[in-house]
Structure formats: C-alpha cells, structure tokens
C-alpha cells in the first residue's frame, strides 16, 4: 500500500562505480604479477635452449680430445673452432707424471660468437697408458 508522500525504494541491481574500480584494480595488481612471472619463465627458456647445445659441443670436443690422448697423438693446439654461433676453444695440459703414464688435463671452453651467453667450461683427466 503507498501512502502519499513516502516514497518506494526498488532494489537496483548492478555494480556501483566504486566496486567497479575496485575490480579494475585488483585485475591490475594480477596482471603486473602474471606479466612478471611471464617475464621469468621465458628469461629461463632461453637460457636452457643455449645450454644444451653447449653442452653438446663441450661434450664432443672434450670426447675428441680425450681419444687423441688416449691413442698418443698429439693435443689439437688449433685456436679457437666456430660451430654455428658458438666458439669452442679445447686445451690440454700434462699435469703430472703417475708412474710412467702422464697425466693430462683437458679443458673445453664453449662460449657464443655474439658474446651475448655466459661460457661454459668442461675439465676432465686423462691418463694415458
């Protein structure tokens, strides 16, 4: 029943623009977070896809190495090899006499050609027989 003079309040559905800034807000703050995280994830991928073929190439220089000492042929004293954009430097030392046999140590620094990847080194003894 209306009387005159008293006005009906109707229930009003929807957002006020105060709760819709509120949400605004809080999609930013989440949106800040996810970009940064994004950030680290794909910071971490390229560093892993350059890994691996380091890795490769170390692997397979210093296996190289390892065989020319193995067989008695003299170390590769060649200067640094490029292999894609990659340089792979190999050295080998002798390092001690153990009874009659030497001992070498064989190094293999892989680096990248641009200079834009940290180097990655590999050591490994050697003994020949």
């Known amino acids: 029943m209306n009387r005159p003079g008293l006005s009906v309040r109707r229930t009003v559905r929807g957002l006020s623009l ?3 800034i509120a949400v605004i807000v809080l999609l930013g703050i ?41 067989l008695g042929l003299a ?19 002798t390092v001690a006499k153990k009874g ?10 892989v680096t990248c050609v641009s200079g834009a990847c940290s180097p990655m080194r590999f050591k490994a003894h050697a003994y020949t027989l």
Do not use: C
Not at 39 to 54: E, F, G, I, L, Y
């Open 30 to 70: 989440l949106a800040v977070g996810f970009m940064s995280m994004y950030a680290d994830v794909t910071h971490r991928n390229a560093v892993s896809s350059q890994v691996a073929p380091m890795t490769w190439l170390g692997e397979g220089a210093m296996s190289t190495e390892l065989l020319q000492t193995e």
């Open 75 to 93: 170390p590769s004293a060649s200067g640094p090899t490029t292999i894609g954009p990659y340089t792979v430097r190999a050295t080998v030392k």
């Open 18 to 20: 105060i709760e819709l």
């Open 100 to 109: 009659t046999d030497d001992a070498y140590l064989i190094t293999v620094t």
